[in-house]
């Protein structure tokens, strides 16, 4: 387990577009899917990771308290499921199912998402604003496995709320920490490592 921190992706990045199938239900999922939704969250987790495991409640958490706002939510696992396979798409579903994820959760098998997006850790969250430019990427709180401190999702939840009402953001942001996303050997990106 390599602790890896977000790469911090310039604030007012285009959100790329992906195609990827939830795994719950077959559904492909793009951008579209989130038209007309006042802010996109793409948070990169999978199911084996420490750091995920830390905060999986929360997560689910947010996509319950938020279904009613307009903001859509997309987590994407994109490690190695050869090497992890509790990574792969059985068990994501698993996972959702677990936790009561109200959001879709992909798998990308060919890392190109997570590559487009600059996804480097477990969980690495990013949040776009209605015009889909990036105006949060980082930790969704300070806590972390073993440090005492509660899981509150605040960052992130401050960002949200900031986005929804539009007000504005501050760029003094955190790096997530997690593990490294799981990349193919051979398919690394530049900036890993």
Known sequence: MARTASTMLELGTQAPDFQLPDVVSGTPISLATFAGKQAFLAMFICRHCPFVK???????????????????IVAISANDAVNYPDDGPEGLKTMAKELGFTFPLC???????????????????????????????????????????????????????????????????????????????????????
């Not at 509660?150 to 942001?173: F, K, M, W």
């Open 54 to 72: 830390h905060v999986q409640h929360e997560l689910a958490k947010l996509g319950q308290d938020y279904a009613d706002r307009s903001l859509g």
């Open 107 to 193: 798998y990308d098998e060919s890392q190109e998402t997570a590559k487009a997006y600059t996804a480097a850790c477990t969980p690495d969250f990013f949040l776009f604003d209605a015009d889909r430019k990036l105006v949060y990427r980082g930790q969704l709180d300070d806590s972390r496995p073993g440090n005492d401190q509660p899981v509150t999702g605040r960052d992130l939840r401050a960002a949200i709320e900031a986005v929804l009402n539009h007000q504005p953001i501050s760029s003094e942001q955190k790096p997530s920490i997690g593990c490294n996303i799981k990349w193919k050997a051979g398919n690394e990106p530049p900036y890993y490592g």
